[in-house]
């Protein structure tokens, strides 16, 4: 079993910046790949960032592309959104995910499937 907390969320006006945080349990969290995805009310749950068991490859959604970055410290397992230049359109309840079979299957997942493990969320609100 795996546990993911996520902290950092709340409110902020447009144009300022937050700090997701989403800490692991277990022994193995190098060898997973983590994801933050969102979901806006009556909306489907969206891909956010996801990067490698190792760091070294990140995938970005186009709508975050050049504003968010994800990163993460195997040390602390602990993976990080920093979130800059953020848009009233960027409101919703941030996930974080945990792939546990990626380094064994070499993939990084951009949708829901692969991930097997879910926070249970933080809100990020953004005001015009």
């Known amino acids: 079993q795996v546990q993911l907390v996520e902290s950092g969320g709340g409110l902020v006006q447009a144009g300022g910046s937050l700090r997701l945080s989403c800490a692991a349990s277990?022994?193995?969290?190098?060898?997973?790949?983590m994801g933050w995805f969102r979901q806006a009310p009556g909306e489907e749950r969206e891909f956010v960032a996801a990067?490698?068991?190792?760091?070294?490859?990140?995938y970005y959604a186009d709508s975050v592309k050049g504003r968010f970055t994800i990163s993460r410290d195997n040390a602390k397992n602990t993976v990080y959104l920093q979130m800059n230049s953020l848009k009233p359109e960027d409101t919703a309840v941030y996930y974080c995910?945990?792939?546990?079979?990626?380094?064994?299957?070499?993939?990084?997942?951009?949708?829901?499937?692969?991930?097997?493990?879910w926070g249970q969320g933080t809100q990020v609100t953004v005001s015009s």
């Open positions: 995910a945990a792939d546990t079979l990626a380094a064994a299957k070499l993939r990084l997942g951009t949708t829901r499937e692969p991930y097997d493990y």
């Open positions: 277990g022994r193995t969290f190098s060898t997973y790949t």
């Open positions: 990067i490698s068991w190792g760091g070294a490859t990140t």
